[in-house]
């Protein structure tokens, strides 16, 4: 009896030494069934144009892939009138819209503030121009992107990221004129094009270059370029 208790307390300790060397010669996370999980991060953009026009970006993108957007831009127009443009946009992880609102403001006397907003879920977009406010469905076939609010105001860089967006998962996009209250479908080749060092995205009558960071730099029809002045400010 005594001869079998010893044999079976060796095996035991044969057997558990041999289990602690397994698990401390294991790589890390073995048995963990969850890939690495994506860190947020965060970036402010600067740009800087020929003619005074400024701008500020500030992007973070979420551990899932999605994008919550905030760009301040003061556009000076072929007019001589200046326009400042504020956005707030949430991309989900495939880069479409889930809210956005913009606020559009003018140099020139009289002018109301033109406010936007964009609620693919419900399939709506709202334009308020000081009192007056109007409504217009669009259909959510495809991922939106925005331009003209007013007429005359050009792109910027918020409104480009997110054309780039959209594109990156989808043959079409579905483009707001805010100004005709209407939108339309656009093949993927008229709004973006794909190059050597990034992508092209062509909104209305303005162009701006996109790399995997951000916006480079947007070219307006008015002669006007806006152009990125740094990298990611900070990223955590």
Not at 183 to 211: I, M, Y
Request: charged share 20%.
């Amino acid at each position: 009896m005594r001869i079998s208790q010893t044999l079976f307390a060796a095996v035991s300790i044969v057997v558990s030494a041999s289990l602690l060397t397994t698990a401390c010669d294991a790589p890390a996370g073995a048995g963990d069934t969850k890939g690495p999980s994506r860190e947020a991060s965060e970036a402010t953009f600067v740009f800087a144009g020929k003619r005074g026009s400024t701008g500020q970006a500030w992007r973070s993108v979420g551990p899932d892939g999605s994008e919550k957007l905030h760009g301040e831009t003061r556009l000076m127009l072929a007019s001589g009138a200046e326009r400042q443009v504020i956005e707030d946009v949430t991309l989900d992880a495939r880069g479409r819209i889930v809210a956005a609102e913009i606020t559009a403001t003018s140099s020139t006397p009289n002018e109301p503030p033109v406010r936007l907003r964009l609620a693919p879920s419900e399939g709506l977009v709202r334009i308020v121009s000081g009192s007056t406010e109007t409504s217009f469905r669009v259909p959510a076939d495809a991922p939106w992107v925005y331009t003209a609010l007013p007429a005359d105001l050009p792109a910027t860089p918020i409104a480009a990221w997110i054309a780039k967006r959209g594109a990156d998962t989808a043959p079409w996009l579905r483009v707001v004129s805010a100004s005709e209250a209407r939108s339309f479908l656009a093949p993927l080749d008229q709004v973006v094009v794909r190059t050597e060092t990034g992508t092209t995205v062509v909104l209305g009558q303005d162009a701006a270059d996109t790399d995997t960071v951000f916006v480079r730099d947007l070219r307006l029809s008015s002669g006007e370029s806006i152009t990125r002045t740094n990298g990611p400010a900070l990223v955590l």
